[in-house]
Structure formats: C-alpha cells, structure tokens
C-alpha cells in the first residue's frame, strides 16, 4: 500500500493491474476501510484488464482523521435529522468526493471508473455529478439518494449499526462486527470463523469510532441528491441487494430513477455485503456500463 497526498490530506490507497489500464476507483462506505472491498472482486476486475485502485477515506484506515474538527454529538444529529434541520458537518461528501478528484490527480490518472458502495456510492454520485469529464462510468452499489420520503433502515439493522462497543475490547469489537454482518448480509451464509478473521485485520489495521460519527454526520448534512443526480451524465448502473434491511431496495431504485438512463440490477438474497456468490452478477452488472458492447456480445 502507498499514500498521497490529495486534497490537502494524505489518503492510502493500494491498486492492482496495469498501469496504463482502464482505471477503476473504488470507494467504500461509512466506517469501513478499503480491505472491505472483497479480493475476489478486484482479482476479478484485474482479470478484465482493468487498473484497480481502492482506498481509505479521510477519518478511517490509514487515511488522514480529522479528530481536530471534534466529534459531532449523535443524538442532536439524529433529532435535527428527523426534524429535517440542517445539520452541521466538520466536511461534507462533496468534500469526500473532491478527495477522490484529488487522488486521481496525485496518480496522474485523468479519467476512471467510478465505483462506490453504502455512503461509498453517494461520494460516487457526486464525483460524476460534480466532475463528469472525468467519469468514464458510474456503479453505486447499496446506495441511495437522500430523499427523505424512501424507507429507513429497519430497526434491527439501524440499532446494530448505531450500538457499537465502547472501548478498545478487540473480541468485543469483533463480535459485534459479525453479529452486524448477519443482521445486514441477506440470505447468503458466511463463515463466523472467517467473518471474525476479516474484522480482528481491520480493527489491528486502524480502529477509529469518532471518524464513523463525523463521517455519518456528513452523510446526513448531505440531504436530498436527486437534483445534483439529474445532472449525471456517465454511463451508469445501480446494484441493490433486494433483502437489504439498511438501506432498502427503494433506495437504489430512486437511484437508477433519478440519474438519466441507468440500469437498475436487482440481486435476490443480497443484503448490505458484497458476499462471493454476487460478485460475478456485479462484475457482469460494472462492465455493462464500463464496455457495454463487449458486455453486449457476451
């Protein structure tokens, strides 16, 4: 893995493939770092031809925290939220994406494949939005738009997502990461042991609880995106998981509705996890937008 230096900040990132490939850039969601992409998708892109880039977003993994900025208090969040007042954000997506625009920029990479999953796909609705010369096509996996009218997470997952352990207790940080992925994952059974691997790695690797809270505070000061959407030009496909209790199927399809001519895929039995059994379903689904002749003729 290496660092750059990109929109004031420094963001790690790693990338596989050649480089003078096709770029993909690949943007995770709220709290998670860039080893939350699964292997198996990028070996996959790899294998396509394509230059595969992941990275942390500022305040997680090995990226720049912004812990100076102070931590948001949630439940005045939440309330202001519900009372659709206007929130205030230490940074905002727009900013999230602009870091995105800045990590092309220190890899001299003019143009990529923007592919973005949960509050990943929203920071990738808004680099299309906001830079679209540089967009070669847009994939926004279990996102959504912001419209206050869509349903919410279900109890179960919002209270999973929202009660994390206090302290620094690794296995109490690990149970609870596995008991979340089964509460969110759909009908796609995971191995516990393996589950409980893949989190111990990324809370050794970085563990930092008041960068989720800025970030989700972000996510809220956003609002509603369907008017910045609009305006999206890129190719683009819109991924949901059909039994996703965080955020429901409506999301990604006022996603696809909102943004001129995508495509909508639906996978059945896919929650809030880009487990292995959807991913070639999601590579297939990338490809239609990212070289939909070839795509066409397979």
């Known amino acids: 893995m290496a660092k750059a230096t990109a929109n004031g900040i420094e963001i790690e990132y790693d990338e596989f493939g050649a480089k003078d490939a096709p770029a993909v850039l690949m943007i995770m969601g ?3 770092q860039l080893v939350r992409w699964p292997m198996v998708l990028v070996d996959a892109l790899v294998a396509r031809g ?4 992941r990275y942390d977003n500022r305040d997680v993994g090995l990226s720049t925290k912004c812990d100076s900025a102070g931590t948001p208090n949630f439940a005045l969040m939440a309330v202001s939220h519900i009372l659709r007042r206007p929130i205030r954000a230490p940074y905002t997506l727009t900013d999230m994406a602009a870091d995105a625009a800045g990590l092309l920029d220190a890899l001299g990479i003019e143009r990529a494949h923007v592919v973005g999953a949960s509050m990943g796909g929203m920071i990738a609705q808004l680099f299309a939005a906001h830079w679209p010369e540089r967009t070669l096509s847009l994939t926004s996996i279990m996102s959504t738009t912001g419209n206050p009218a869509l349903p919410g997470a279900s109890l179960q997952a919002m209270g999973i997502l929202l009660r994390r352990p206090r302290g620094n207790d690794l296995e109490a940080i690990v149970a609870h990461g596995v008991k979340a992925a089964k509460v969110v994952g759909g009908s796609f059974p995971e191995d516990d042991r393996l589950m409980a691997e893949r989190y111990r790695d990324e809370i050794v690797r970085n563990h930092h609880p008041s960068g989720f809270v800025r970030q989700m505070a972000a996510i809220l000061a956003d609002g509603d995106r369907r008017t ?4 999206i030009a890129a190719p683009t ?9 965080l955020i429901p199927a409506e999301g990604g399809r006022d996603t696809a509705a909102a943004i001129p001519g995508a495509r909508l895929v639906e996978i059945p039995g896919m929650g809030h996890t880009l487990p292995p059994e959807v991913i070639p379903t999601v590579v297939a689904a990338f490809e239609s937008v990212a070289r939909p002749r070839l795509a066409r003729a397979a």
Request: aromatic share 4%; no cysteine.
């Open 30 to 32: 709220l709290g998670a």
């Open 50 to 53: 394509y230059r595969v880039i």
């Open 228 to 231: 910045r959407l609009k305006t």
């Open 237 to 245: 496909v819109v991924i949901h998981g059909a039994d996703d209790p």
